[in-house]
């Protein structure tokens, strides 16, 4: 039997007796309690055997324990007797360092005693050997060596470090000094030599000598002279040339480009900082310019006339950023080398003769783009010329403006939006101003205000078809100014973004100040000029605060051009009432015949009418069928402007707001039809205007009356074909008009009490 799976962690119980019992089953069927009996046997005897070594194994622990118990004790005992021995040799120690304490302070002073000899010793060498050099210096410079002038030199410089204590000290000082004064007079035309002919082993040597003699800032100088003479002759060469200002500046930045590197190339062998002796080197070059680049430059624009001297200041500009880029790529591998604060230095030097142009770019821009649209003509001397003018400017315009952000960009890298902003609401404003004008021209053109000289009627469409294509330019000038904002604004989060560090908040003067830090401490000089920083911190924060709320709002929820969206809306809405008067003016002029006092009196009727003629025999006044036909016509005329594929004229149709819109109350449909929109409005314009023609006329007689309401029904008739409401006024007009006198009082009674005292005095009825 296995007995091995007693111990196993999952024994189960049930699992082993079947299992035994099946393989009993297997070897002897149907003798399973047999089986059984022999099973349990053989776990008794099994239990037996474990029982009997459980029993050994305890004897034979309980016989192991006093042993263990033995080791313990002994272990105990030693262990007593090391910490006394410990003890022991502690008190030994204190009692050492008691008996000894005197004599280790003795042996203390004596070897400070011994230090001081030997530092007195030192002085004393030192100062005779200040003397015996002191003899031999004369001697030493007669041999004209100034690698063995230079060696005694420095031994002296080292005595002379030891005697700083002594009285004549200061003497000694002084002497020193002078004696380097003649080494470098001495050396000083071999020096130049060495820099003009770029000898390195030469160079190596003074190197040694002016760095023991602790005058290398010196010996840079004369570097720095002789190389920078150099440039500047040839900088004198071409300024006397004939050549245009940027072709001379180019020319000469190159010269400093190639100089760099060529200098460079040789002051690693010779310099421990050859990066920061060449960096040093240009700024003092580009310092001492004769004339000086912002003179030439002053020069240059002075001659330049009104309208290019913006791009030719840019043209100027370009060739310093040219240059500032070709160094950087230079600099860039090296630039852990470098010292960051001579590069800031070196990039100021290259871009500060544009500072003051840069800061004042707003006006600059204001002052080119009005000139520029000066060039843009609006008005002409035929109606379609100018209609045609307009259209064509609005490409014109927005050209203008997209240049003058390119221009920025180049000229400020960004830091001028603010102007940028300022001169784009000028150019517009100018804009709208003269579209304007040019509106108001077209209006005295077309007579829109005059008095009409003649009864004729006249249907003409074309001031209304040119109307309708201003309406048009304006929508594609408020289609583009929306575009053209969203544009302006990614250029601008795009291009100065940088500038706006994360966490910055406008109203937090420490945020202001600890951006400014962070800015500063950035790796790389050339990336991080700021000028505008650098010369006006208000308008540096004017220009921090635009960009964060131009990334607080999202780009295409900007207010930059707020102003000119404004403008151009007025401007639109000017249009769309050019239009609408162009449409009204002959229904104007034929109201205007109404209202003649000679046509509703009785003796203007003729004395043979009868007051009892009926009224249906009468038939509506010429210039009210001349209204009603017209106002049928319009929407023939309406219909192919406001359903062609025209997305700018439906922005401008939508956007403008036609005079006299629907009464309170009214049921308007016709506002989600713009067709619709404009016969209702026109259609109202001639029942308002139709009703204070009416009110104006003195007397009524009772012909007369019969008359206007002929006409006015006339009048309502045409309405209702176009599915257009009677004014109330109109309607209340017409009831008082045909009230008999003895019922005016009642009819009148619930109906505006001056319409029908106006209407009463005009009928000869007391009221």
């Not at 262990?79 to 008691?98: G, P, R, W, Y």
């Not at 010369?535 to 990334?551: F, I, P, Q, R, V």
Request: charged content about 20%; glycine content about 4%; proline content about 4%.
């Amino acid at each position: 039997m296995d007995f091995s799976k007693f111990l196993a962690d999952d024994f189960d119980v049930k699992e082993w007796v079947n299992g035994a019992f099946k393989v009993a089953q297997q070897e002897a069927p149907g003798r399973a309690d047999a089986h059984a009996a022999t099973l349990v046997m053989k776990l008794q005897l099994f239990i037996q055997e474990v029982n009997n070594s459980i029993e050994e194994n305890s004897i034979q622990a309980l016989q192991n324990m006093p042993r263990v118990l033995r080791d313990i004790e002994a272990l105990k005992q030693e262990a007593s007797f090391l910490k006394d021995q410990m003890i022991m040799v502690k008190e030994d120690i204190k009692k050492f360092e008691q008996d000894t304490v005197q004599s280790m302070q003795v042996l203390v002073e004596i070897d400070q005693v011994k230090s001081r000899m030997q530092l007195a010793a030192e002085a004393l060498q030192e100062a005779d050997k200040w003397s015996t050099l002191s003899a031999d210096i004369e001697e030493t410079f007669k041999t004209q060596d100034v690698a063995v002038i230079s060696s005694k030199l420095a031994a002296m410089q080292s005595s002379l470090a030891m005697l700083v204590d002594t009285p004549d000290y200061s003497e000694k000082c002084v002497q020193l000094e002078a004696l380097k004064n003649r080494l470098e007079a001495l050396a000083s035309p071999q020096i130049v030599s060495t820099f003009n002919t770029l000898s390195t082993d030469q160079a190596k040597l003074f190197v040694k000598v002016f760095t023991e003699m602790d005058r290398m800032p010196q010996l840079l100088a004369y570097y720095y002279k002789c190389h920078k003479v150099q440039l500047l002759n040839l900088w004198e060469s071409v300024c006397q040339s004939d050549a245009p200002l940027k072709q001379q500046l180019s020319e000469f930045y190159d010269t400093l480009l190639s100089t760099w590197h060529t200098q460079l190339q040789w002051t690693t062998q010779v310099f421990k900082n050859p990066y920061e002796v060449v960096t040093v080197l240009m700024i003092q070059t580009l310092g001492a310019m004769v004339p000086s680049i912002p003179e030439t430059i002053t020069a240059a624009l002075d001659r330049c006339p009104a309208e290019s001297r913006l791009d030719t200041l840019l043209e100027l500009h370009q060739t310093a950023a040219n240059f500032s880029r070709s160094l950087e790529t230079a600099m860039q591998p090296h630039l852990s080398e470098c010292n960051l604060l001579k590069v800031g230095e070196l990039v100021s030097s290259v871009y500060s003769p544009y500072k003051s142009y840069q800061m004042q770019y707003g006006d600059l821009e204001e002052t080119n783009l009005l000139i520029q649209l000066s060039a843009v003509p609006l008005e002409r001397g035929e109606v379609l010329d100018c209609v045609l003018e307009l259209t064509h400017s609005v490409q014109k315009v927005f050209g203008l403006a997209a240049a003058a952000v390119d221009r920025c960009v180049k000229l400020t890298d960004g830091l001028g939006v603010c102007g940028l902003i300022k001169a784009l609401r000028a150019l517009f404003s100018k804009y709208v101003s003269d579209f304007s004008v040019t509106l108001q021209s077209i209006r005295k053109k077309y007579r829109l205000e005059d008095t009409p000289t003649s009864e004729v009627f006249t249907e003409d469409w074309t001031a209304f078809q040119n109307s309708i294509r201003i309406i048009a330019t304006c929508g594609e000038l408020l289609r583009q100014c929306g575009a053209f904002e969203q544009q302006l604004s990614n250029k601008i989060l795009g291009k100065a973004g940088r500038f706006l560090w994360e966490g910055f908040n406008p109203r937090s003067l420490s945020g202001l100040q600890e951006g400014g830090a962070e800015r500063r401490g950035q790796k790389n000089p050339w990336q991080e000029y700021n000028y505008l920083q650098q010369s006006s911190t208000a308008d540096y924060n004017n220009l921090l605060e635009t960009l964060h709320t131009l990334k607080e709002k999202g780009t295409g929820n900007s207010s930059l051009l707020s102003e000119t969206r404004a403008a151009l809306t007025r401007l639109n809405q000017q249009a769309n009432q050019l239009a609408f008067d162009s449409v009204f003016l002959q229904i104007k002029h034929q109201l205007c015949l109404i209202s003649k006092p000679e046509g509703w009196s009785s003796a203007g009727l003729g004395e043979t009418l009868t007051e009892n003629l009926p009224t249906f025999s009468l038939s509506p006044q010429e210039c009210i069928t001349n209204i009603g036909q017209y106002i049928m016509s319009l929407p023939l005329h309406l219909e192919p402007f406001v359903t062609q594929e025209d997305p700018a004229l439906e922005l401008a149709l939508h956007t403008g707001k036609l005079p006299y819109p629907p009464e309170q109350g009214d049921d308007v449909p016709e506002l989600e039809n713009t067709a619709d929109y404009w016969l209702g409005s026109i259609a109202r314009a001639t029942m308002q205007t139709y009703c204070d023609v009416i009110l104006q006329i003195p007397e009524l007689s009772p012909r007369a009356t019969k008359q206007l309401v002929t006409d006015i029904d006339y009048l309502s008739n045409v309405m209702d074909a176009l599915g257009l409401q009677t004014s109330r006024t109109l309607q209340n007009i017409t009831t008082l008009l045909r009230a008999k006198p003895e019922e005016f009082r009642l009819t009148a009674k619930p109906l505006p009490r001056r319409l029908s005292s106006t209407i009463a005095a005009m009928r000869g009825i007391e009221y």
